[in-house]
């Protein structure tokens, strides 16, 4: 057989070597089939690291108890205790030193979350206090009147 | 004692040592329907009541500046639909920008074709479902994609790997609760992890922390006392698109059939 036919041959076996050594070096090492086999498994294992050293920013309650003891315990005594801090603070983060100040939620949207009137049957909803905010003192600030910390302790 | 005496007496004894305490043991079928499958100690669940949601979306809030999705984007890991049900049979539903700043009008968000006004005399059931990825134990979204940038981790939760996804969309094609989109910041496959970063360091996930009403809990479901493990295990409870085969891990109590 001449030459002719097998140039092409040589061609494509040079092609599966360079796509070999390139594989070789361009995939990582822990990248495998893991413990799923082909279909659910092929994964780089570095992988789960990242996600496990993700940052934090929700920290929790007891983190603001120490230096908010003030308002953490009026909270405490209140039926807003099951309102976790950080939901109208915004995350902590690595506060006080970064952010030095949180971004405190104050408007009317805020309250409404739960405050505005849907009584639906079968759901949670309906057995929340309300106010209609069209006539509710329109336009004011809720926290101008109620204390968030302790909504029972009267108005302002 | 004559050698046959001898020969019976010493049976007796070696058995007797060898029988390990754990043979009296009587067998538990919690623990023993918690430990089937493979060899693993953790499998992640999420457990949602429908009954306690009130719709007030904080879950969402969290989710989106714990997990750094772009607060204004219309994308999110973890969302919250209203349904109401009207006497005339009709669903009406909605979820207003995933329910982030939360459901602050009756009015029904139609997307562009505006508000529809709902009467609350003409309303039969309304609720509020959270919804988030579902950590299935066969996982469409990883079967389809190509190069092997979404995969499971043995807890069960399923991660995208950012540096090695290319971002051709076939998951988010293949999921059939919807719950991933393209990241509008690094461009690839985003999903609900869990919060696996928090979880891992035995912390809840940010949308369980910031509930206030307990609707949402995750838990262990391969600990029999885990109080998730036991609601599931005792409770009525239901899952999403049963019939897909993809074995949901995301259960729900009070889930209605207008709920797909």
Redesign the interface.
């Known amino acids: 057989m001449k030459s002719h036919v097998y140039r092409p041959l040589w061609v494509v076996i040079g092609l599966v070597c360079i796509i070999l050594v390139v594989r070789y070096f361009y995939v990582p090492k822990d990248?495998g089939i893991?413990?799923?086999g082909y279909?659910?498994?092929?994964?780089?294992k570095a992988?789960?690291e990242?996600?496990?050293?993700?940052?934090?920013?929700?920290k929790?309650s007891a983190y603001c108890k120490d230096c908010h003891s003030e308002n953490y315990n009026k909270l405490m005594q209140s039926p807003h205790v099951?309102?976790?801090c950080?939901?109208c603070h915004?995350?902590a983060i690595d506060h006080p030193m970064d952010p030095q100040k949180l971004q405190i939620q104050k408007g009317r949207?805020l309250c409404?979350?739960?405050h505005?009137?849907?009584?639906?049957?079968?759901?949670?909803?309906a057995n929340?206090p309300s106010i209609d905010?069209d006539t509710h003192n329109p336009g004011t600030e809720c926290v101008m009147c109620h204390n968030p910390h302790n909504p029972l302790e009267g108005l302002k | 004692m004559n050698r046959r005496d001898f020969l019976k007496n010493t049976a007796r004894v070696i058995g007797g040592i060898t029988l390990p305490l754990t043979a009296f043991k009587i067998i538990n079928p919690k623990e023993l329907l918690a430990s089937t499958g493979?060899k693993t100690k953790v499998r992640w669940v999420f457990l949602v009541d429908?009954?306690?949601?009130?719709?007030?979306?904080?879950c969402v809030?969290?989710c989106k500046?714990?997990?750094g999705i772009p607060y204004d984007a219309k994308v999110t890991r973890t969302w919250v639909e209203r349904y109401?049900i009207t006497k005339d049979g009709k669903t009406h539903a909605d979820s207003p920008m995933g329910a982030r700043?939360?459901?602050?009008?009756?009015k029904i968000d139609l997307g562009i074709d505006g508000y529809e006004n709902i009467n609350?005399a003409d309303?039969?059931?309304?609720?509020?479902v959270p919804k988030l990825c579902n950590q299935c134990e066969?996982?469409p979204c990883?079967?389809v994609?190509p190069?092997?940038?979404?995969?499971?981790?043995?807890d069960g939760v399923v991660?995208v790997?950012?540096?090695?996804c290319i971002g051709c969309g076939y998951c988010i094609m293949a999921c059939p609760y919807g719950v991933r989109f393209f990241h509008p910041v690094y461009h690839t496959a985003e999903k609900c992890?869990f919060c696996?970063?928090?979880i891992?360091?035995g912390?809840k996930t940010?949308c369980v922390?910031?509930c206030?009403?307990?609707?949402r809990q995750i838990g262990n479901i391969k600990d029999p006392n885990d109080p998730v493990t036991k609601i599931i295990m005792t409770e009525r409870i239901g899952i999403l698109k049963e019939e897909y085969g993809t074995k949901p891990q995301v259960y729900y109590l009070?889930l209605d059939r207008e709920v797909k």
């Open positions: 990248f893991g413990r799923r279909m659910y498994g092929w994964h780089r992988d789960v990242f996600w496990k050293n993700y940052k934090v920013k929700y929790g099951i309102i976790p950080e939901d915004s995350p949207g409404l979350r739960c505005y009137p849907l009584p639906y049957p079968t759901s949670g909803r929340i905010p | 493979d429908t009954y306690k949601c009130v719709g007030c979306g904080m809030r969290a500046l714990e997990n109401v700043d939360g459901f602050t009008t009756s609350n309303i039969d059931k309304g609720f509020f066969n996982p990883v079967q994609c190069v092997g940038a979404t995969f499971q981790v043995p991660l790997d950012r540096t090695w992890t696996y970063h928090r891992t360091k912390m940010a922390d910031a206030p009403f307990g609707a009070g």
